[in-house]
């Protein structure tokens, strides 16, 4: 036993950086599909999109960019699904300048997959300047704040935005924040001025300080972070990147508890033995 301890204890330090490795790599790759326990949060924002009739309007703003796109790109992915297979009208927008790019690619290639249609199953409207001042004229006029869209189409005759007007025709609204320029925002100027249902998806950083809306009704649900993400997977049945990166992150916390519960064995082992490594 002994012996063995000594060579663990002075075990090159690399091939721990390799078994974290491994531990990250090979769910990322070949998901374990470890049972995922869905919150009440998630839920509620599963269950009033699945309550939401056919043609329904549902707004989803990308109130982030790439810096946030490990945990939020999952969970606008897992939403659009979603919109997407409840054939909703699907309006895209986002706050952030930085966020555009990011969210044009994902929205299409969702619809691609899903075989929606620009203009007519779905618009990515882009972004504009102004933040409250632009939902302010979005509950005003949609097409006076958005003329047109990302790619430079007139908004006025889309068949996807038929028959709407302004915020107030939007059934659902779902505010994917990294930062102020997201779900208080559209609450404060949005909701509460306009009168449409909303919630909200956020980074793990954030969520918590966003459960006062939640548990006063002014959001009725809330995803946070990955594991959010990874939940909503869960309720629409379709695995993605969040479900792959629990795992990932569960695999990883399992080697880190296993070497932590070695190493004290062998220093148990070890103590008062003169030739111990130090």
Not at 188 to 198: A, C, H, W
Not at 232 to 258: C, F, K, N, P, W
């Amino acid at each position: 036993m002994k012996a063995l301890a000594r060579r663990m204890v002075a075990i090159d330090r690399r091939i721990i950086f390799l078994l974290i490795a491994v531990a990250v790599l090979i769910p990322l790759l070949r998901p374990f599909g470890l049972p995922i326990k869905v919150s009440p949060e998630v839920k509620a924002v599963y269950d009033h999109m699945e309550g939401l009739p056919e043609r329904s309007v549902f707004l989803l703003s990308f109130d982030f960019d790439p810096s946030s796109k490990p945990e939020l790109e999952p969970q606008a992915v897992a939403l659009l699904r979603h919109a997407f297979r409840k054939n909703l009208r699907v309006i895209v927008m986002t706050h952030w300048l930085t966020g555009t790019g990011l969210a044009d690619d994902v929205v299409s290639t969702v619809a691609a997959e899903t075989g929606k249609q620009r203009g007519t199953d779905y618009v990515f409207l882009g972004w504009a300047p102004g933040g409250y001042a632009l939902i302010i004229s979005m509950g005003q006029d949609l097409y006076k704040a958005f003329p047109s869209d990302y790619r430079k189409i007139p908004t006025k005759d889309m068949p996807v935005l038929e028959g709407v007007r302004s915020l107030r025709d939007v059934h659902y609204l779902v505010s994917l924040a990294a930062g102020g320029s997201g779900i208080e925002m559209w609450y404060v100027f949005g909701k509460d001025k306009y009168r449409f249902e909303m919630a909200g998806g956020a980074t793990g950083v954030i969520a918590p300080g966003l459960y006062p809306f939640l548990r006063s009704g002014q959001i009725n649900g809330l995803i946070g972070g990955l594991q959010g993400a990874a939940e909503y997977e869960t309720l629409i049945g379709r695995s993605g990147t969040a479900i792959a990166g629990m795992d990932a992150q569960s695999a990883t916390h399992g080697v880190i508890i296993l070497l932590v519960i070695l190493c004290n064995v062998f220093y148990f082992a070890l103590r008062g033995d003169p030739g111990r490594p130090r």
